[in-house]
C-alpha cells in the first residue's frame, strides 16, 4: 500500500467522472440492497412482519404478488402499514407499484403518498419504453402538485422485464436520469425481472442461466454506466439452497449488488453473497483513509497503490464500507 | 388454474403492448418455422420434393447455394416450380434472393414474381444496413407497380450475418417495420447467418457455439422486441445428429422459434427441439380458453392464474397451437 | 477449390462494403498485433530492450504504469528512445499516453511527438465517451499544427475500460473513424481494458472471465464492424502458463487478433495463439492466388470456392498472409 501526493495543481487534476454528477450521488448516503424481498400489500400480518425480517429492502408490493380484486385492499394497507412502521433501521422502505400500462399506477400512487410516512424507494415495473418513464414522472408530478408534498423526493428502480425494456434501457436510463437531475426523484437502481423476459421471448429457464447470460450481463453493464444499483433475478425454487447459492455468487461475480427475494428463508443465503468480501473491505478502508489523508494534505492528484484514482471509485469503497455497516445492525 | 373478471371498465385496461401494432400482427395467420431447409434453385428435381420433405419452410434458394453461372437458370427454375407446387399444406414457400450489394436482387425479383403463384415469404440475406432494407423495398415496390400486382404483399425475413448488420439491426428492423405497417410487406422474421458471420470478424466455430454466445442471444432478443421469428444457426456436419440435437436444444431454450436446415436428415431431429413441450402446450389451450371466456362474459381486465395476462402472452399461446397443429399435418 | 469468372460487367458488381471506405484500409500496409506489451517509460533499460522482446508491438507507457512523479521522466525517456531506435523491423513502436481526464495528455503529446522519430501508433485509454475522443482529436491537431509536423498521421488506438465507454462504443468510434477519413490519424483497433473494467462495474474476475462473456463478446464484435482490431484483455498471473494459453486460444476464437501482455514469458504463448493456423493460411494463399488470376482476366464477379467473394473477405485473407510473415521475422 502506499499513495502520492504531487505538486500537480489540484485544480488540473479533474477526474474523468467526476463533470458526470456522480459527486450528487456522493451526497446521497448510499443504500445497500443485497436483499429486496416482496411483500404482498394485502396481507397485513405479513407486511407487519417486516422489521423482524432482516432484508436490506423490504417492497410492499402492489403489482403481480396482489390479484386485480385486492388492488384497492393492498393500497390502504400498505398506507397504514407504512404509518405504522414508520423508519425501520437499516431497512429501505420501497413500494412496487403498478406498471403505467396497467392503468393502475396513479390510484396506487395517490393512495400510497397520502402516507404521513412516504416510502423512501419507488420501484416502477415494465419500464419498457421511455413513453413509460415519462408518463410515470407525468403521473408522480401532477399527483405531488395536487398533494401539496413539494419536499418528497423518493429513490427510483426501474425493471427490465422484456426484450423492449432490454433495447431501450439506455435511452429509458438516460431520460429518467435527466428527471433524476431536475429532483423529482433520484434514479438509484435496475431490477432484472426474469421470469416476465423469460415469457416475453419465449426462452426455456435451466438452472445455471445459461441461455439468459446476454440479457442478464447487459442488465448490469447499463446499470454501472449509469452507476446506479443493479438488482438481479429472483431464484424461484425456494427449497434449493444450493442452486440459489450458486446463481447468488454468479450474481455478485457479474457485478449485480443485490438480488430478488420471494422467501425470507433465502435472505441470509443472498445476503452473503452479496456482502463484500474480507479482502474488499480492506481495501475500501484503506482507499478512504488514503483519501482523506490526501484531502488534509490539500494539493495534488490523487493516487493509491501506484495508480491515479478517480471518484468512481473513491464512490464505490464508500459503498462497500455502507454495506458492511448493514451487516451488523441486522 | 383459474381467472379473474373484475369490475374495471375494459376500456381502462389497455395493455402495455396493444399499441404496439400487435393486433394488426394477430390477425394475420402465424406461419411456424421449425424448420427452414435451403433447396438449390438450380436443382430442378429437388425443388419438386419439396411437398414430401416435411419442413415448415421450404426455401428456393437463388443467393449462395447457387453459383454465379446458374443465377438465370435457377430464376426460371423457381418461377416454374412455384406454380406447379401452388400451396403445399402446411409447408411455407419462400424464396430467397441475392443481397442488394449483390446487383442480382432486381433480376431475382423481376423473373419471380412473374410467376402465377408468387412465394409467400421472402428472405433477404446480407442486411448490413438501413440503406440496405430501404433499397430492397425501393426495388420491390418499383417491381409491384411495373407488374400491375398490387395485391402482394409477402412476408419478409431478413439476416444477421456480419457484424456491421449486427450493430445496426435495431435500426434495419424499425425501419422495415415502418414499411410493413405501410403494407408492403409483412415483417416477420430474422435469420442468424452464422457462416458468414464467423468470417466477418474472424471467429472460430466451437461444437457448443460459445464464441458466439452474445451475437447468438442478441439476435433472438432484438427479434422478439420486434415480436417477430427469430431463426437460428445451421448446424453445418449434417452427420454429427448428437451435435444437432444439443444445439437445436440449445436454440430453443435461447428463444429462437426454429433452424435452418441444409439437409434432410436434420428435419426430425430439429423439428422436435422446436416443437412446444406438453406443458406449453397445456399452458396456452388454457390460456386461451380462459381469454374466451372472460371475451364472452363482457366486461375487466383478463388475469390467468393470478396475474394480468397483456396481448403479447395472448399471442404467443396462440402461436404456441399454431405451431403443434403444423405437427400433426406434417 | 475453383474459382469463377462470368460475364457480368464488373462495374455492376459492387460488393457490399467497398463503398464503406475498405479500399482506403487496404491501401495501408496491415500491421499485425498478436502481441502487444507494455514497458514502462521511466525504465529506460526496458526500454532499450524493445528490439529483443520479439513483440509485435511494443508500447512505450506513460499512463497506468508510471507512478505521477514519473511521468516527466518517463516522456523524456520515451522521446529519446524513440529517436534511438528508429524503426524495429516488424515490431509496431506504439506510445500509450494518459487519458483526456487526467489533464497531463496535452504535456505527453507535446514533449513525445518533438522526436524525429515519432511513433507509429498512438494508444488513448479511458475512452469513455465521444466528448473524449474530440478532445484527443482537437489537442492532437492543435500541436501539431504548432509544430508544424503536418506530414505525421499515426494509427490511433483507443480503450475500452468502462461500462459508459461500452455504452457509447459505437458512437465513439464512429466518430473516430470520421477522423480518420480526414487524415488525422488512421483508427487501427480497440483494446479491452478489463482491469478497469472489472473495476469499474465491480465484477469478479474468474479463470475463465465467464462473468465477462458479454463484454469481452461485443467489444470485438463492434471493433470488426468498424473493419479494426480487436485485442483482449491482460492475463494477470503470469506465472500461470496454461491458464494464459487457454485464454488466449478463447480471445482468438472470439475472433480477437491480439493480446496485452505484462511480461516476456507471456509472448510466445500468445503470439502462438494469435497466429493464423495452417488451414487458414492455406485458405487465405489460394484465395489471393484466385483473386490475382480473375484481376488479370478483366471482367466478371469474383467467386472463390463457389461463393461470390466481398473485399472484406480478400482483405481479411491478406492480413493472414501479413500476420504470418511476422512469424518468421520475429
Known sequence: MGYEVLGVPSSKIVSRSISRNVVSEGSR???????LMYVPGHDLKKLRKIPILGVDCAVLECEDGVALNKKSEARENIRMVLDE?????????????????SQLLEEDLRVILTAEN?????LLPKTDTVKDIVQFTDCL????????????????????????????????LRRAETFSHEGIYHLDGVVFGADDFYADIGAVKTLDAAELTYVRQKIVTVA???????????????????????QSEQG?????????????????????????????????????????????????????????????????????????KNVHKA
Request: with cysteine; aromatic share 8%; proline share 5%.
Open 252 to 324: 455478485a461475480r457479474n457485478g449485480y449488488t443485490g438480488k430478488q427475494i420471494i422467501h425470507p428463508n433465502q435472505i441470509p443465503i443472498v445476503c452473503k453473497a452479496f456482502t463484500p468480501s474480507a479482502e474488499r473491505v480492506e481495501w475500501a478502508t484503506q482507499l478512504i483513509a488514503a483519501f482523506e489523508k490526501h484531502q488534509e494534505s490539500g494539493e495534488g492528484a490523487f493516487t493509491f497503490q501506484g495508480h491515479m484514482v478517480d471518484m468512481p471509485l473513491l464512490l464505490q469503497a464508500k459503498n462497500v464500507i455502507q454495506t458492511i
Open 85 to 101: 412502521l414508520k423508519e425501520v433501521k437499516g431497512v429501505d422502505i420501497a413500494v412496487r407499484v403498478n406498471s403505467v400500462g
Open 118 to 122: 412516504r416510502p423512501s424507494t419507488v
Open 224 to 246: 454501472k454506466a449509469f452507476r446506479i444499483q443493479a438488482i438481479d433475478m429472483v431464484f424461484t425454487d425456494y427449497k434449493d439452497s444450493v442452486g440459489l447459492q450458486l
Open 29 to 35: 448516503k448510499y443504500v445497500p440492497r443485497r436483499t
Open 141 to 172: 408530478r401532477s399527483i405531488l402538485k395536487d398533494s401539496a408534498l413539494p419536499s418528497y423526493c423518493p429513490r427510483l428502480i426501474t425493471y427490465v422485464e422484456s426484450a423492449e425494456g432490454l433495447i431501450n434501457m439506455k435511452d429509458i
